[in-house]
């Protein structure tokens, strides 16, 4: 199985921060990977796809980059709306799995 | 408007057998690739399985912690995905999600529906 590593695990931001957080696959994954947003009870939301391709909705805020085994999703200005966790994950063979998650919290 | 919609979730003992609904709405739905989720309470997410769509066989593919006891399944007529649960044990305990695969996947997703197994 492919292994994905997100760090940090915790961040500390605010409002107006740029945030950047890393997923790192223990195999080469191409471009096969996927960002999430989540808040407490509520389902996960898609934020990007293929690595870089942003989903229909979602603020230009947000950007993804990397290919290979490293990849980053980042806030380029913190909203309120935006401290939640977030996940990768991979799709590029079975099992499709995921990072161990980055809770973004106000600091 | 994209709406999926679980249902069938509850307490259930361990040992036994639980099917799970999935209702969709708001697009061609047979064109598309669907999957099953969870996350179990206070953990990460987990990929459980998917079913192809029709146009590419109807085929499935599940995690192995699943494989064997878990089915997904289909039907087009009535836009609705199922997951079939056998032989549940308490690590199964998790809120369950399915999703819309379109630009990757989990690109829509539904509320979710938790099952609890427990003796």
């Known amino acids: 199985d492919i292994q994905m590593t997100q760090s940090p695990s915790t961040l500390s931001a605010s409002v107006g921060d740029r945030v950047t957080i890393t997923c790192r696959a223990s195999q080469g994954i191409s471009i096969w990977l996927a960002w999430y947003q989540q808040t407490p009870g509520k389902a996960p939301k898609s934020l990007i796809y293929e690595a870089t391709s942003l989903q229909s909705g979602v603020p230009s805020r947000f950007s993804g980059s990397g290919s290979g085994t490293d990849f980053t999703l980042t806030i380029s200005s913190l909203q309120p709306e935006d401290f939640a966790t977030y996940y990768c994950?991979?799709?590029?063979?079975?099992?499709?799995?995921f990072g161990q998650g980055t809770r973004l919290e106000i600091e | 408007e994209v709406q999926l919609v679980e249902s069938g979730g509850g307490l259930v003992n361990p040992g036994r057998s639980l099917r799970l609904s999935c209702t969709a709405s708001g697009f061609t739905f047979a064109y598309y690739q669907m999957s099953w989720f969870r996350q179990a309470p206070g953990k990460g997410l987990e990929w459980v399985g998917f079913?192809?769509?029709?146009?590419?066989?109807?085929?499935?593919e599940y995690a192995a912690s699943v494989q064997g006891r878990f089915s997904i399944s289909r039907d087009d007529s009535k836009t609705i995905v199922y997951l079939q649960m056998n032989s549940l044990n308490t690590g199964d305990t998790a809120v369950y999600y399915c999703s819309r695969d379109a630009n990757g996947p989990g690109c829509d997703w539904g509320q979710g529906t938790l099952v609890t197994v427990s003796s």
């Open positions: 994950q991979q799709y590029k063979s079975y099992p499709q799995t």
């Open positions: 079913i192809r769509s029709n146009a590419y066989g109807g085929t499935t």
